[in-house]
């Protein structure tokens, strides 16, 4: 694992050799969409486990088969789990298999193609977010943009604190979120080279709604 500082958010980049071999079939081109789907869930489960290792914790008392004793529950928590559709949509059973009582919300967006700003088409948050720790999921941290505008979308609604989750991120990406976010950490799987002339990470693994859902 890779921390970086950067302002008071942090940049988690998990090398874990599961996530990293995971994602090495995510970047290739030939991987199918059937396994392309199941990978991004794993590793979203993975990077999941590492987004939450600093949840606070309390001991409670538990009746074991032999004896009672005291033993840790996280402590009075709640989450909110808001994936960035359509892209960040395919991460998110790998954050609920992980803590299924959060509540979800949905954060409609998409990249205008010519001026790579982000377009905002529908948001669905939950109603006690004021209450909540909120994760925001996207694949893809490339630009930034929409990210950012997501993250302001979870924090107007009031999110006590949020963690953004994405699989891989580009320099200009994770600029751009402490630019507009610095109390923000980023957690990935790799922060990729850069960007090319049309806004893609490269190397990247491509344009992720793409391939989790066979469309072009």
Do not use: W
């Not at 995971?22 to 999941?48: A, G, Q």
């Not at 840790?72 to 298999?97: N, W």
């Not at 930034?144 to 200009?172: E, M, N, R, Y």
């Amino acid at each position: 694992m890779t921390v970086t500082e950067t302002h008071t958010g942090q940049v988690i980049e998990v090398k874990h050799p599961l996530v990293q071999h995971k994602l090495s079939y995510l970047r290739d081109k030939n991987t199918p969409t059937v396994h392309f789907r199941k990978l991004v869930n794993e590793i979203t489960l993975l990077l999941t486990y590492e987004a939450t290792k600093d949840l606070p914790t309390e001991d409670v008392e538990v009746e074991t088969p032999l004896e009672v004793g005291r033993f840790p529950h996280i402590s009075g928590k709640k989450v909110a789990v808001c994936p960035i559709l359509r892209a960040g949509v395919g991460m998110l059973d790998g954050v609920l298999s992980l803590i299924s009582s959060a509540r979800v919300g949905f954060i409609g967006m998409y990249r205008d193609e010519e001026t790579l700003e982000p377009v905002q088409y529908y948001v669905k948050l939950p109603l006690d977010l004021n209450e909540r720790d909120a994760i925001v999921l996207d694949p893809m941290l490339a630009t930034g943009h929409s990210s950012a505008a997501a993250v302001a979308a979870v924090k107007d609604a009031g999110a006590q604190s949020v963690t953004l989750v994405c699989i891989v991120a580009a320099p200009p990406g994770v600029e751009y979120i402490h630019e507009q976010h610095p109390d923000v950490h980023i957690v990935c799987a790799a922060v990729d080279r850069g960007l090319n002339d049309r806004g893609f990470i490269v190397p990247g693994l491509g344009d992720a709604g793409d391939r989790l859902y066979g469309t072009k």
